[in-house]
């Protein structure tokens, strides 16, 4: 049964001329004023949220993109300064990208945030998707098997450091400690200080490859899963949902269906289904001028993701629609009683969900994310209280 509802903010800023025939997306190379507007933008979209009622505000870690997509670089600052200026809601790291960070460090700044705000930080971790930015932190990212390797191992360093009250560890990439004479003796093992206040601590990653190793990986530490969001597809899968129930019965660990999992999507409401076409295309479009050259959007020939970078081509290169997007069940459009249905659907379908997350794409104006946010709270959430 659905129980909690949050929203995943990825840090775009407001930006203008949008949809195919707008700025091209690599054209696109804001001030630093313009770029910081993501800050006050992540403090009007916490504040409504705690007063409406959601429980978790999903925050992304992203570096270097002067274009104006996502924008946060530190959200364990921002989450602190969130919890800060709210009374409630949770912030929630979706996600800590491991390969740009070292693991005691990444570990060593999320103990801090969660005895700072009392626990209201939510942890989560992800391997990266901009070649931009995990290679220029030095880690692979190119190479996929040397990426998911690094991270494996960086995972099992923090959960070390959370549990152990002290630890050592040998692998490929780290010995920790180094074996040094530290004030009189040898060191061969390390304490993190501080550990958490929040014990065990509640992980999450995205779905994306949802292979057997991943999701394997994801059961052997406990960690949770979040379906749909930035680079990952929306809407519930399937296959993926029970492909993760039964990763979870492997380790040992049974689950309803929908268990221990949160399904986002994306949503707009209006007065009708063909309104809410009409407003939110533009976003819906400029998600796609991002995401595509990435490879996010799937079925796009080589030629089709060329398109997206030319507005004078984009239009007539037959790329998906949002009405296709809505007839997949990635994203919910139309009058409340309709979203209010689709989702119960899925809660009758997955009978372990309990959190969704919905919200808008990388594109969608402030104003536009407060209006469609408080009325999912007042038109939609209700009926799962």
């Not at 925050?59 to 530190?74: D, K, S, T």
């Not at 999701?215 to 597809?233: C, Q, V, W, Y």
């Not at 929306?234 to 049974?254: D, I, P």
């Not at 809505?326 to 989702?343: D, F, H, M, R, S």
């Amino acid at each position: 049964m659905i129980t909690k509802f949050g929203s995943l903010f990825a840090g775009h800023v407001d930006l203008d001329n949008e949809g195919l025939d707008g700025t091209a997306a690599n054209e696109r190379w804001l001030s630093d004023e313009r770029l910081a507007e993501v800050f006050p933008k992540s403090e009007a979209i916490a504040k409504l949220m705690d007063r409406t009622g959601y429980d978790t505000f999903w925050l992304a870690e992203h570096h270097f993109q002067r274009e104006g997509y996502e924008c946060i670089p530190n959200i364990l600052m921002l989450a602190l300064h969130l919890c800060h200026i709210t009374k409630h809601i949770k912030i929630g790291c979706g996600f800590n990208i491991a390969p740009m960070w070292h693991p005691l460090r990444m570990a060593e700044d999320y103990a801090t945030a969660d005895w700072l705000t009392g626990g209201r930080v939510i942890f989560g971790v992800g391997r990266g998707y901009h070649t931009r930015e995990v290679e220029v932190f030095g880690a692979p990212l190119r190479d996929q098997d040397a990426n998911r390797e690094l991270f494996e191992e960086q995972v099992e360093v923090i959960f070390k450091s959370f549990n152990q009250r002290a630890f050592s560890h040998q692998g490929k990439y780290y010995t920790l400690p180094p074996q040094v004479p530290y004030r009189g003796y040898e060191l061969s093992e390390i304490t993190l200080v501080p550990r958490p206040k929040t014990l065990p601590v509640e992980c999450w990653q995205p779905v994306v490859s949802a292979s057997a190793r991943a999701l394997d990986f994801m059961a052997k530490h406990g960690i949770k899963g979040i379906i749909g969001g930035g680079a990952a597809p929306g809407g519930a899968n399937e296959k993926v949902v029970h492909a993760f129930r039964e990763a979870r019965a492997r380790a040992g660990r049974e689950t309803k269906l929908g268990g221990d999992l949160c399904i986002g999507f994306s949503f707009h409401l209006a007065d009708s289904v063909e309104q809410g076409i009409k407003e939110a295309t533009p976003f819906f479009e400029e998600n796609i001028k991002m995401f595509a050259p990435l490879g996010f959007v799937p079925g796009l020939t080589p030629e089709q993701i060329d398109a997206v970078a030319d507005p004078k081509r984009a239009r007539q290169a037959g790329l998906p629609t949002l009405r296709n997007a809505i007839k997949a069940g990635t994203w919910l459009v139309g009058p409340p009683e309709l979203i209010t249905e689709q989702l119960m659907e899925s809660q009758h379908k997955y009978p372990g969900l309990e959190v969704v997350n919905v919200g808008q794409p990388v594109g969608t104006p402030e104003a536009v994310i407060l209006e469609q946010l408080e009325r999912f709270s007042a038109q939609v959430m209700p009926a799962f209280r």
